[in-house]
């Protein structure tokens, strides 16, 4: 079996009042990538581990809202649908 470089981590980021498991990846020369598998298509980038902290923070928060706009969209047209 593999072994993950250290250089990976997870963490929970506190975001639209929950906390969500993200992994933050080191990429050589270019800072951080974190991905978020509770939200699939969510990719936030820092130099530094505090900002790329802070815009997956910034990129959950957008994502829970589309996400809260859209199933408000829907219930209004079709509300049996919820």
């Known amino acids: ?5 250290s250089h990976d981590h997870e963490e929970f980021v506190a975001a639209a009042d ?3 498991l993200c992994l933050f990846r080191r990429d050589a ?3 951080y ?4 598998p509770g939200l699939p298509p969510m990719i936030a980038f820092g ?3 505090d900002e790329a902290r802070a815009n997956a923070r ?5 994502w829970i809202e589309e ?7 829907i ?3 079709q509300p049996e649908w919820w």
């Open 58 to 62: 910034e990129e959950i928060e957008g």
């Open 33 to 36: 990538q974190v991905t978020c």
């Open 47 to 49: 130099d530094t581990i």
């Open 18 to 20: 929950t906390e969500h």
């Open 1 to 5: 079996m593999k072994r993950k470089p």
């Open 29 to 31: 020369g270019s800072g």
């Open 67 to 73: 996400h809260d706009r859209t199933r408000a969209w």
């Open 75 to 77: 219930s209004a047209v």
